[in-house]
C-alpha cells in the first residue's frame, strides 16, 4: 500500500532556531499533502495544505510566517518551523491521498523546543 | 461545539471481548476515516467509508456509515492487546473540489486498554 514518511521522527532545537520536517510519499505521487500538528492527548488540527508548485493554503489562525510550507515536487513538501519558541513544542503529522482516496499518514516528528 | 463527537473518551476492556467505538457528526459526511494511534506515533489507516450504509471489514474489526452519513461505528471482535491503541474518527465534512479536498476534521480519539 502507499506510504507516507516523515524525517526526523525527533528533533530538538534551541529557542530562536529553525526546523525542516520533511514528508515524502515513497510509492505514489502527491499534489496535495496536509499539515497537521497535536498536542499531548488532543486531537489533529489540520494546519495547512500543501498543494505542488503553488503555495500552501493555511488554516486560520497559523501563521504562515512562523510555518513556511513547500511542496517542490510531487512527492516531498517541507514544514519549517521558523524561529521556534517553546509553544511551537509539538507533534507535527502530514498526510498525502493514496489513488483511491485512501489517506495516508507519516510516522510524525516531534518536536521539542528548548 | 465539537464538530465530530467521538464516544467513548476512554475503554477498558478484557482480552477477547467485543467493542464498540462510535463517532457522530451533527453534518453529512462525505468521507469517513478510521486510524488507529499509538501515543506519539503516526497514524494508520483502518478504513475508509464513503456511501451511506456502507461496512466494511478488515480482519476483526468493522466499520460502519449510517444511512444519513452522519454516524459511524467501529466495532472490534474477540478484542487482544495488539488492538490497544488511540482510535481516531476523522471526517470529511466539504465536498471535494478538483477532487483532492481531503481536509479531515478529527475526533477527540478513544482510548483502548485490553487488559489480558
Known amino acids: 500500500g502507499a506510504v507516507v514518511s516523515q524525517h526526523p521522527s525527533w528533533v530538538i532545537c534551541k529557542s530562536g532556531t529553525s526546523v525542516k520536517i520533511e514528508c515524502r510519499s515513497l510509492d505514489f505521487q502527491a499534489t496535495t499533502m496536509f499539515w497537521y500538528r497535536q498536542f499531548p492527548k488532543q486531537s489533529l488540527m489540520l494546519m495547512a495544505t500543501?498543494?505542488?508548485?503553488?503555495?500552501?493554503?493555511?488554516e486560520q489562525g497559523v501563521e504562515k510566517d512562523k510555518f513556511l510550507i513547500n511542496h517542490a515536487s510531487l512527492t516531498l513538501s517541507t514544514l519549517t518551523v521558523t524561529s521556534a519558541h517553546p509553544e511551537d513544542s509539538s507533534f507535527y503529522i502530514c498526510s498525502a491521498s493514496g489513488r483511491l482516496g485512501e489517506l495516508f499518514f507519516g510516522e510524525g516528528s516531534r518536536l521539542t523546543v528548548l | 461545539s465539537q464538530e465530530l463527537e467521538q464516544s467513548p473518551q476512554s475503554l477498558i476492556v478484557q482480552e477477547g471481548k467485543n467493542l464498540t467505538i462510535n463517532c457522530t457528526s451533527s453534518k453529512t459526511l462525505y468521507g469517513l476515516y478510521w486510524y488507529k494511534q499509538k501515543y506519539g506515533e503516526g497514524l494508520i489507516f483502518l478504513m475508509m467509508?464513503?456511501?451511506?450504509?456502507e461496512e466494511k471489514s478488515h480482519e476483526k474489526i468493522t466499520a460502519k456509515l449510517d444511512e444519513k452519513k452522519q454516524q459511524s461505528s467501529l466495532h472490534i471482535t474477540a478484542s487482544q492487546p495488539s488492538h490497544a491503541g488511540i482510535y481516531l474518527c476523522g471526517a470529511d465534512m466539504l465536498p471535494r473540489s478538483g477532487g483532492s479536498n481531503y481536509k479531515l476534521t478529527f475526533g477527540k480519539g478513544t482510548l483502548l486498554t485490553v487488559n489480558p
Open positions: 467509508l464513503q456511501k451511506g450504509g
Open positions: 500543501s498543494n505542488e508548485g503553488s503555495k500552501a493554503t493555511y
